[in-house]
């Protein structure tokens, strides 16, 4: 048996066909499969608007931009999550303030929030962390009631429907990321949504070096426009090409094919691992019920085991050829979130005390039974050989 990876894109004849067609038509970047893609993301988050990028982190450092988050500004996240949901803030030059998450959900924990919030508050970002939307909708009435923008990082969500709304549809704008790892894939990508129009119009002249937005031509067409050497403000080349956004076109139209696969493995993998007391497994929220949309399937060893054991759980897995990983270590712990800007264990006890003990399983569309039978198999003989160490 082969190595049983962690992640692994689903591309099909369908993606391999809409790129290839894309390189025939000799349109490489700014074109029209931008527009259709970027319509498409919109249209599944119940947005107006969509602003494909480069990158899920450049979408959440144009949010920040866009919103004026600048220096002298503190924004509010969450520690337990993948970094660029905070380095994002200190691109932007503002302070990242971290709140403690909630245990279950393992997401920003909304009865923490207000305590947080001061007059230099200038926007929230929250993250629906491993594709778990709980608590989005309580985090955006607090927002909305202090006047704070909440921008939504969900670039681990794609697919997902909480109280019967998209994932992409809550706070001021939210944001998408289409690494090879994530439910949906353009190689690299983001996309910026939003129903705001100024917004909007902010995010598409950053991405495209600060030019005036509204101004789509390519330098094909400058010498007629004239305004494509003209940029208004400091700006990136943050786009998208047509390439990945054909590929991106190709992957949305197979989005809900792609969903019920991982909610397939999900399942595989639950009804597995349900009864093993030495694990907390992942559960979904009861107003979210089966439109969860899996990114990851990540489980944690119970409180009595400690760092130590999980890293030789992770270890011995991967010995064993089966792709495991710890995610996510807590943001504030990272080298230079310590040294530069002063956090330290014990600042986030639950974030702290949760990521050092999970474990994130190998989880593809098209993994089957006997891949998942012998991850669990792998896991339970690591944890057998824990327990024995114990003793
Ligand atoms: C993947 C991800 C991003 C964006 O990552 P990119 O690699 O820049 O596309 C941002 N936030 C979270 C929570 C993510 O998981």
Same mark, same amino acid.
């Given at each position: 048996?082969?190595?049983?990876?962690?992640?692994?894109?689903?591309?099909?004849? #369908?993606?391999?066909? #809409?790129?290839? /067609?894309?390189?025939?038509?000799?349109?490489? /970047?700014? &074109?029209?499969?931008?527009?259709?893609?970027?319509?498409?993301?919109?249209?599944?988050?119940?947005?107006?608007?969509?602003?494909?990028?480069?990158? &899920? $982190?450049?979408?959440?450092?144009? !949010?920040?931009?866009? +919103? &004026?988050?600048?220096?002298?500004?503190?924004?509010?996240?969450?520690?337990?999550?993948?970094?660029?949901?905070?380095?994002?803030? @200190?691109?932007?030059?503002?302070?990242?303030?971290?709140?403690?998450?909630?245990?279950? /959900?393992?997401? @920003?924990?909304?009865?923490?929030?207000?305590?947080?919030?001061?007059?230099?508050?200038? !926007?929230?970002?929250?993250?629906?962390?491993?594709?778990?939307?709980?608590?989005?909708?309580?985090?955006?009435?607090?927002?909305?009631?202090?006047?704070?923008?909440?921008?939504?990082?969900? %670039?681990?969500?794609?697919?997902?429907?909480?109280?019967?709304?998209?994932?992409?549809?809550? &706070?001021?704008?939210?944001?998408?990321?289409?690494?090879?790892?994530?439910?949906? $894939?353009?190689?690299?990508?983001?996309?910026?949504?939003?129903?705001?129009?100024? @917004?909007?119009?902010?995010?598409?002249?950053?991405?495209?070096?600060?030019?005036?937005?509204?101004?789509?031509?390519?330098?094909? =067409? +400058?010498?007629?426009?004239?305004?494509? +050497?003209?940029?208004?403000?400091?700006?990136?080349?943050?786009?998208? /090409?047509? *390439? #990945? #956004?054909?590929?991106?076109?190709?992957?949305?139209?197979?989005?809900?094919?792609?969903?019920?696969?991982?909610?397939?493995?999900?399942?595989?993998?639950?009804?597995? +691992?349900?009864?093993?007391?030495?694990?907390?497994?992942?559960?979904?929220?009861?107003? %979210?019920?089966?439109?969860?949309?899996?990114?990851?399937?990540?489980?944690?060893?119970?409180?009595?085991?400690?760092? $130590?054991?999980?890293?030789?759980?992770? $270890?011995?897995?991967?010995?064993?050829?089966?792709?495991?990983?710890?995610?996510?270590? %807590?943001?504030?712990?990272?080298?230079?979130?310590?040294?530069?800007?002063?956090?330290?264990?014990?600042?986030?006890?639950?974030?702290?005390? *949760?990521?050092?003990?999970?474990?994130?399983?190998?989880?593809?569309?098209?993994?089957?039974? =006997?891949?998942?039978?012998?991850? %669990?198999?792998?896991?339970?003989?690591? *944890?057998?050989?824990?327990?024995?160490?114990?003793?």
């Amino acid at each position: 048996m082969s190595e049983i990876p962690l992640s692994q894109p689903d591309i099909t004849d #369908a993606e391999i066909e #809409a790129v290839t /067609s894309v390189l025939r038509s000799g349109r490489l /970047s700014i &074109g029209p499969r931008q527009d259709l893609f970027e319509q498409l993301v919109a249209e599944r988050a119940g947005r107006q608007h969509g602003i494909a990028v480069s990158s &899920g $982190t450049a979408g959440l450092h144009l !949010a920040m931009l866009a +919103l &004026g988050v600048g220096p002298g500004d503190e924004v509010i996240t969450t520690p337990f999550s993948f970094i660029a949901s905070a380095n994002c803030i @200190l691109m932007a030059g503002a302070v990242p303030v971290f709140v403690d998450i909630d245990p279950q /959900s393992m997401n @920003l924990d909304p009865a923490r929030l207000e305590a947080a919030i001061t007059p230099k508050t200038k !926007a929230i970002i929250a993250v629906e962390v491993f594709g778990n939307p709980r608590h989005m909708e309580k985090i955006e009435q607090i927002a909305q009631q202090h006047e704070i923008p909440l921008v939504e990082d969900a %670039c681990e969500g794609m697919g997902g429907i909480c109280h019967g709304r998209p994932v992409g549809n809550f &706070g001021r704008v939210s944001v998408f990321g289409f690494y090879p790892n994530k439910q949906v $894939t353009t190689g690299e990508g983001g996309m910026i949504v939003t129903d705001d129009s100024r @917004l909007a119009e902010a995010c598409r002249s950053l991405r495209n070096q600060g030019r005036p937005s509204g101004n789509y031509q390519s330098h094909g =067409t +400058l010498n007629r426009g004239g305004v494509w +050497l003209e940029h208004e403000s400091l700006g990136y080349n943050y786009r998208l /090409s047509e *390439i #990945a #956004a054909g590929l991106g076109i190709a992957q949305m139209n197979r989005l809900d094919e792609m969903l019920d696969a991982r909610r397939r493995v999900a399942g595989m993998y639950m009804r597995r +691992l349900m009864d093993w007391d030495d694990l907390v497994i992942p559960t979904v929220e009861p107003n %979210c019920e089966g439109d969860m949309s899996w990114f990851v399937y990540v489980v944690r060893l119970n409180s009595s085991y400690g760092k $130590t054991e999980r890293d030789r759980i992770i $270890t011995g897995m991967r010995r064993h050829e089966v792709g495991a990983s710890n995610y996510f270590p %807590c943001i504030h712990l990272q080298p230079f979130y310590r040294q530069q800007h002063g956090f330290k264990k014990g600042d986030y006890p639950i974030a702290e005390s *949760i990521s050092e003990r999970t474990i994130a399983l190998p989880f593809f569309n098209k993994m089957d039974e =006997t891949q998942v039978e012998l991850v %669990c198999h792998t896991l339970k003989v690591m *944890i057998q050989r824990e327990q024995l160490l114990k003793r």
